[in-house]
């Protein structure tokens, strides 16, 4: 896809969002996307597909992937330097991290998953994104490691975050404290199992 596809689909992708930030639904109309992107409707159905599931998939896809490119930018300046911290901090830094990416949009994100069914369907179209976060922080903090470990610590940060996205969901405060203790208690508790199973070393 070339830059200025990409260029349109980010442009699409805010705009939803947006609309979706002061809407009750999670569907959001071509006419709509239109209105507030001002592109005429011919330029946005080269873009978007025709199903309103399918726009709820297509767009956070779109979102997901460039909130963990900033993460991975982000988080890979944070670490450059650092002798100091443990692989588990530098873990936990990046899942931490990719929350707080994530509080930005949690209202249209409670919207998109505003039931268990929705969320299912939601999520779990969406598996193969959060796997390739968990297996690309892996490569930055790791770097080179067996590749079947690196798959099975991969499905265990994903089980980690998935977890921990559902205080995520629940909590009503206005900062992260509550979803950061539980994520750090999910990540403890998957350490203790990895070293108990030897899939992860002292």
């Not at 999520?123 to 903090?141: A, V, W």
Request: glycine share 2%; with cysteine; hydrophobic share 40%.
């Amino acid at each position: 896809m070339n830059l200025d596809n990409q260029n349109l689909e980010w442009k699409l992708c805010e705009a939803y969002f947006s609309i979706l930030e002061i809407s009750t639904s999670s569907d959001v109309s071509i006419d709509k996307l239109c209105i507030e992107t001002k592109l005429s409707k011919e330029e946005v159905e080269k873009i978007v597909p025709n199903n309103l599931m399918d726009h709820r998939i297509f767009f956070l896809k779109i979102l997901i992937s460039k909130l963990d490119r900033d993460v991975l930018t982000e988080l890979k300046v944070d670490i450059a330097d650092d002798t100091v911290s443990s692989t588990y901090d530098k873990i936990l830094e990046g899942l931490s991290l990719r929350f707080e990416k994530y509080f930005q949009y949690k209202q249209s994100l409670k919207i998109l998953s505003n039931n268990f069914k929705q969320r299912g369907e939601v999520f779990l179209k969406i598996f193969r994104e959060n796997y390739n976060f968990s297996s690309n922080l892996l490569t930055l903090i790791e770097e080179d490691q067996n590749c079947v470990i690196k798959t099975l610590k991969s499905l265990a940060l994903n089980i980690v975050f998935t977890k921990s996205l559902e205080i995520f969901f629940k909590d009503e405060q206005k900062d992260l404290d509550k979803v950061i203790r539980y994520l750090d208690k999910y990540l403890s508790d998957m350490e203790d199992i990895g070293l108990f199973i030897g899939v992860i070393k002292k």
